[in-house]
């Protein structure tokens, strides 16, 4: 069961985007979640991650202050506000829980920003 994320697109420096990513119940509901990213020639990173009780959050320094993670456990998703873009925030972007899980990897979501 892969995880889908959605939301990503073209976007300015300074714009901002919404990430999505929707699980099953019995993912959702038992796991830390986290969003993922990886640039061209780069290792896949964590940027973001929440806790299954959402009440912790972790965010990576780069990204800190501009992006926001939330969980909604009525609808078993996992969202990724996405603020003050910057170039070097390209990458394509993938929802797994945290720690991942190789299964689950999905085809991410590609997010460009450029002028």
């Known amino acids: 069961v892969q995880l889908q994320a959605s939301g990503g697109g073209l976007v300015q420096p300074g714009g901002s985007l919404r990430l999505s990513c929707t699980a099953s119940?019995?993912?959702?509901?038992?796991?830390?979640m986290g969003w993922y990213r990886q640039a061209p020639g780069q290792e896949r990173e964590l940027v973001a991650s929440?806790?299954?009780?959402?009440?912790?959050?972790y965010y990576a320094g780069s990204v800190k202050y501009r992006f926001t993670i939330s969980r909604d456990s009525a609808k078993n998703s996992v969202s990724l506000q996405m603020n003050s873009l910057k170039p070097e925030d390209t990458a394509v972007y993938y929802c797994?829980?945290?720690?991942?899980?190789?299964?689950?990897w999905g085809q991410g979501t590609q997010v460009t920003v450029s002028s």
């Open positions: 797994n829980t945290q720690p991942p899980l190789e299964p689950y």
């Open positions: 119940a019995h993912i959702f509901q038992v796991n830390n």
């Open positions: 929440i806790w299954k009780d959402g009440k912790n959050t």
